[in-house]
């Protein structure tokens, strides 16, 4: 068990249509990151906080957002759904703010997107 | 931009022999090389992780070596089991965040 929960596991949904995903961090871990994995494919970046702040921003799309509560969760948002965005999508935590440190991953999210 | 390509994409081993996963990355500031392994269903997990001042780093059946001048660096399964199936990525540091590599789906043949 890394530590890190993400809800919900499983999440069937239509085109068109906004999800929100949940996650939350191991304890005192200030950094989140947020990932993205298509069907045998790698580990897309696309966005990282630190402290309730954007830290680093990869290949997300303009129809995705996401924050950091002031209790260090985050919350991925996903509007405007299209097929392609069907996907398993990871949250990870570290304690400082960059990537030289281990992260830890949760168990993911799948996205299946009708 | 900075990339790693990470080889091969799938690896088939006999349990008991041994596994090797290379990958070569571009940005030669780089100081900070981890690999991840990634189980059917789960989220991928740190295995080990190498720092630029070191050539290689061990863990019981697992070893990373780093070539800085080459810029690659690789990873090293000895007398593999079959808990070793499972997708490896190699990543590296640019910038203080990680690049990753398109992984490595590692199959122990019994």
């Known amino acids: 068990d890394s530590g890190v929960t993400q809800t919900p596991k499983h999440l069937i949904t239509a085109t068109g249509q906004r999800v929100t995903l949940r996650c939350s961090p191991r304890s005192g871990d200030l950094s989140v990151y947020w990932y993205q994995q298509s069907l045998d494919q790698g580990l897309q970046f696309l966005i990282q906080?630190?402290?309730?702040?954007?830290?680093a921003k990869g290949n997300i799309l303009e129809r995705f957002s996401a924050q950091q509560f002031p209790d260090l969760h985050s919350e991925l948002n996903l509007s405007s759904l299209e097929l392609g965005d069907s996907a398993l999508y990871f949250c990870?935590?570290?304690?400082?703010?960059?990537?030289?440190?281990?992260?830890?991953f949760g168990e993911g999210s799948r996205l299946t997107v009708l | 931009g900075e990339n790693v390509e990470q080889h091969p994409s799938t690896l088939s081993v006999q349990e008991g022999d041994s596994a090797v996963i290379k990958c070569t990355y571009s940005?030669?500031?780089?100081?900070?090389f981890p690999w991840y392994k990634q189980e059917l269903g789960k989220g991928p997990q740190l295995i080990i992780d190498i720092r630029s001042n070191v050539g290689e780093k061990k863990d019981q059946r697992i070893a990373v070596t780093l070539n800085k001048t080459a810029k690659h660096f690789s990873l090293h399964i000895t007398e593999t089991q079959p808990e070793d199936s499972a997708v490896y990525f190699c990543a590296y540091d640019s910038n203080y965040q990680l690049i990753w590599g398109a992984g490595t789906k590692l199959i122990i043949k019994p």
């Open positions: 906080y630190y402290n309730g702040e954007e830290r």
């Open positions: 940005d030669s500031a780089s100081n900070y």
């Open positions: 990870a935590s570290s304690l400082g703010p960059t990537g030289t440190g281990e992260l830890f």
